[in-house]
């Protein structure tokens, strides 16, 4: 399956220094890219933690795109992922066009830690992904795949009972499989109609929300 790439990095931030601060070092010491220091001042504000932009202003083979960069758990200031990729030129990036700019930003920014005095991490997330990525756990895995093969998935109660049982494993491993994700994997890998695949990504979505109500009530 296709997928977005998605980046996360670790920075080891002291003695003060800030994201926009990093981000400013990396764009100086790296060819192509530029910090926009209003645009990142106007988006962390916004964001209400730490954000910024760098954007790939003259990166040979790229499209002009601001990778957007924010903090997501204010109980881990140090961790940062990539929300979006902004096209400047153009109304849209197509999916090859932002996995080759995130690509170039998460290999350029590895090689900038690597030669700068701030240390971190980066990772990334791979642009063709099998089941074991989208659903990690072997357990819930396994479920998916009981489910997936039955004769009759979305039609038969004995089948549709299947897919609850992965819901409430989904629920009780604190999976991340993201719903969005299976249902994609289904149409575009299991040649699924669009439609029977929405649905499924609607179970998945209304049984997690209902089993956290009922831990809480």
């Known amino acids: 399956m296709k997928a977005h790439v998605e980046i996360y990095l670790r920075l080891d931030l002291a003695d003060g220094k800030t994201l926009h601060d990093v981000l400013r070092e990396f764009a100086s010491q790296t060819e192509g890219w530029t910090f926009p220091l209003e645009s990142s001042l106007d988006y962390q504000k916004g964001h209400g933690a730490p954000a910024g932009f760098v954007i790939s202003d003259s990166v040979k083979g790229l499209e002009r795109g601001a990778v957007a960069i924010a903090n997501l758990d204010e109980k881990h200031p140090n961790r940062f992922h990539v929300p979006n990729i902004v096209p400047r030129e153009c109304s849209h990036l197509s999916l090859n066009q932002y996995n080759a700019i995130g690509t170039a930003f998460a290999k350029a920014f590895q090689r900038f830690l690597k030669s700068s005095k701030t240390g971190g991490v980066v990772k990334v997330t791979k642009p063709d992904k099998e089941l074991a990525d989208i659903i990690q756990g ?70 997690l929300t209902l089993l956290k109500i009922n831990q809480r009530f």
């Open 138 to 207: 072997e357990k819930c895995r396994r479920l998916f795949e009981a489910w997936l093969h039955s004769p009759t998935p979305i039609s038969h109660p004995a089948d549709v009972e299947k897919l609850y049982v992965f819901i409430c494993a989904l629920f009780r491993y604190h999976s991340d499989a993201r719903s969005y994700e299976i249902e994609k994997y289904l149409v575009e890998d299991c040649k699924w109609k669009s439609g029977d695949a929405r649905f499924v990504a609607s179970e998945i979505e209304k049984g």
